[in-house]
């Protein structure tokens, strides 16, 4: 679907899970893999990790599906709009925890409320 010419949201391609290219493809998910091009994703300035983590572009529809929903990730910038299938992003990827005491907080917040999915 086009975009009206004064929509100043930027464009970041088509979504990740359903491949259908929407204005609503503006939901980021940052995983836990490394980015199939390396420097291209997510990082961390408080622990140092590089910005190395693969990105996900989902459209409102398929943001409740997680990252059990998707099929690609960005392939270098998202703004550039190109995607790689998942399969393609290299091992794990995450903070330094060691660097990062609020997470062990949450993680006890978490505990404390019964709920033990991932903080981060």
Same mark, same amino acid.
């Given at each position: 679907?086009?975009?009206?010419?004064?929509?100043?949201?930027?464009?970041? #391609?088509?979504?990740?899970?359903?491949?259908?290219?929407?204005? *609503?493809?503006?939901?980021?998910?940052?995983?836990?893999?490394?980015?199939? $091009?390396?420097?291209? #994703? &997510?990082?961390? +300035?408080?622990?140092?990790?590089?910005?190395?983590?693969?990105? @996900?572009? $989902?459209?409102?529809?398929?943001?409740? +599906?997680?990252?059990?929903? +998707?099929? &690609? $990730?960005?392939?270098?910038?998202? @703004? =550039?709009?190109?995607?790689?299938?998942?399969? =393609?992003?290299?091992?794990?990827?995450?903070?330094?925890?060691?660097?990062?005491? =609020?997470?062990? *907080? %949450?993680?006890? %917040?978490? =505990?404390?409320?019964?709920?033990?999915? *991932?903080?981060?």
């Amino acid at each position: 679907m086009p975009r009206a010419p004064d929509d100043e949201r930027p464009d970041l #391609g088509p979504c990740c899970a359903c491949g259908r290219d929407r204005p *609503d493809a503006r939901n980021l998910l940052m995983l836990h893999r490394r980015a199939p $091009v390396p420097g291209s #994703g &997510w990082g961390c +300035l408080a622990c140092g990790a590089p910005a190395d983590g693969a990105v @996900a572009v $989902v459209c409102d529809d398929c943001l409740p +599906l997680g990252e059990a929903g +998707l099929r &690609w $990730v960005v392939l270098g910038m998202a @703004a =550039e709009k190109r995607r790689a299938p998942i399969s =393609e992003c290299g091992g794990p990827f995450g903070h330094d925890e060691s660097r990062h005491p =609020e997470l062990a *907080d %949450l993680r006890r %917040l978490k =505990e404390v409320m019964g709920r033990g999915e *991932d903080v981060h």
